[in-house]
């Protein structure tokens, strides 16, 4: 149950898009849909942000959007705001029914 | 208005055992599994536990298992996690968080606690 592996900081100025990874291996992202990504402000605890790799929860922005291609799922966040800097953590089921975050990357805006 | 209210941290030296409580309300407990997710000071989310809804299946992360114990009352609308032979590595601030599946498991979730912190120290 090694984490997933995510970028420690990516950074974009306000408008742009900014796209970071999350991999993993064929018994977690690469074996199902169940991509999840979640973005948490300091002090504050986590907001889902994407489910089942590319949906996103009512009230949630457009701007923010997932995919994935083989063990390898992406955010993007389009249109960077300044209320966008955060930490964004992926997650995964896995084969043995556990669930398995990545390491966080940090999203500053310029 | 789901709200889940944690309580039971506190200090506890290395190899001493503490029992975490989840009490749920707004929604229909027994109807969602639930889970535990820590977080140590200044470090990334670590998926601890799951417990399904009617408490029959249960989960847990290799770094707990077989010293953390999920359970569920669903009179209570509660659910616990009972933690033995704490390590310094157990420290963090626990959530408890529902999942978003309504009797079926779907392993994300948008209804987080405030945490609770546990601190394992000598």
């Known amino acids: 149950q090694s984490a997933l592996t995510q970028p420690a900081s990516v950074s974009g100025s306000p408008g742009q898009s900014i796209t970071f990874s999350c991999i993993g291996t064929?018994?977690?992202?690469?074996?199902?849909?169940?991509v999840s990504w979640y973005q948490q402000h300091p002090g504050k605890a986590p907001k889902l942000m994407i489910y089942?790799?590319?949906n996103r929860p009512s009230g949630v922005s457009n701007r923010f959007s997932g995919s994935k291609s083989g063990s390898t799922a992406s955010l993007t966040i389009s249109g960077l705001r300044a209320e966008d800097e955060a930490d964004y953590y992926c997650?995964?089921?896995?084969?043995?029914?556990?669930?398995?975050f990545g390491t966080g990357t940090k999203v500053t805006v310029l | 208005q789901v709200q889940l209210v944690e309580s039971g941290g506190g200090v506890v030296q290395p190899g001493g055992s503490l029992r975490l409580s989840c009490a749920a309300s707004?929604?229909?407990?027994?109807?969602?599994?639930m889970h535990w997710v820590r977080q140590a000071p200044g470090k990334g989310l670590d998926w601890v536990a799951i417990?399904?809804?009617?408490?029959?299946?249960?989960h847990y992360a290799d770094s707990v298992k077989g010293r953390f114990t999920i359970s569920r009352d669903n009179s209570k609308n509660t659910v616990y996690l009972q933690m033995k032979s704490l390590r310094l590595e157990d420290s963090a601030l626990y959530y408890c968080?529902?999942?978003?599946?309504?009797?079926?498991?779907?392993?994300?979730?948008?209804?987080w606690g405030q945490g609770t912190l546990v601190t394992v120290s000598s």
């Open positions: 968080a529902r999942d978003w599946g309504e009797k079926q498991l779907e392993y994300y979730f948008d209804d």
């Open positions: 707004g929604f229909t407990f027994s109807n969602y599994g």
């Open positions: 417990i399904s809804y009617d408490g029959s299946r249960e």
């Open positions: 064929s018994s977690d992202v690469g074996g199902y849909t169940y």
């Open positions: 089942d790799v590319n």
């Open positions: 997650s995964s089921y896995t084969t043995s029914s556990t669930l398995v």
